[in-house]
């Protein structure tokens, strides 16, 4: 821990001060990871187990949550669950089971990004301002609104409307949604929007990204057993279809 102070003094010396709950059973682990954060500037709450975690997001409402898979009682994976039926919170999982099925299971329940143990609290601590970054980012001068068909995305309020209907994404749909809004008609492979979420790191696979579109197409398709907005290029990867209406500043 000697070297704690110097590393966040030296790369995070511009950290925005946001409230962070940590859910883990392990006492060292949640020590090391409050130290790193309460040094990059974030005051932090500590919880042991799934059903404690539930309680303080409904009652003091965090910023972002790291949660612990493998909890005593109520696991990471039903907390996850819960939250994401009650509120927008970012989740970021830290999971010791290494298969790529568990590792979708926590995208597919909604969380925002995942490590695997073991991992270096200083990732983490990245990941963290990554994901505090993409939601909190202000507005870029001259950053217009993308009309593709009926399908609208702001990249500066970060909103999304299919039909006029607002349509809440995790930070990782966003990402890969504007990449493809501001190019209709271009195939992205899913290397490509797997670096443009930025889920990328050694336990991702490109089978990440399917699970970011199949829930976007829950989201804005008609039909989402018949997508007619968001499209499969077999052997490639995906796009957006359909004439671009136009790109509007100032919307």
Known sequence: MKNLSGFANRFYCDAVVTRVLIAEDNELHAEVL????????????????????????????PDLVVLD?????????????????????????LTARSTE?????????????????????????ARI??????????????????????LTVDPARREVRAGGRLVECTPGEFEMLAAMAAHPGRVFTRQQLLERAGNVDR?????????????????????????????????????????RIGRVHGA
Not at 106 to 111: P, Y
Not at 207 to 219: G, Q, S
């Open 34 to 61: 409050r130290r790193y954060l309460e040094q990059d500037g974030h005051s932090t709450t500590i919880v042991r187990d799934g059903q404690a975690a539930i309680d303080e997001v409904r009652r003091n409402r």
């Open 69 to 93: 898979v493998m909890m005593p009682g109520t696991d990471g994976l039903e907390v996850c669950r819960v939250l994401r039926r009650e509120s927008d919170v970012l989740v970021l999982m």
């Open 101 to 125: 099925d568990d590792l979708l299971l926590g995208l597919e329940l909604g969380a925002d990004d995942y490590l695997t143990k073991p991992y270096s609290p200083r990732e983490l601590v």
């Open 129 to 150: 301002r990554t994901l505090l970054r993409r939601v909190g980012r202000p507005p870029v001068a001259d950053d217009g609104v993308f009309r593709v068909g009926e």
């Open 203 to 243: 336990h991702s696979t490109e089978r990440t990204v399917d699970v970011h579109i199949r829930n976007l197409r829950k989201k804005i398709e008609p039909d989402p057993g018949r997508p007619a907005r968001l499209l499969t290029v077999f052997g490639v990867g995906y796009k957006i279809s359909g004439a």
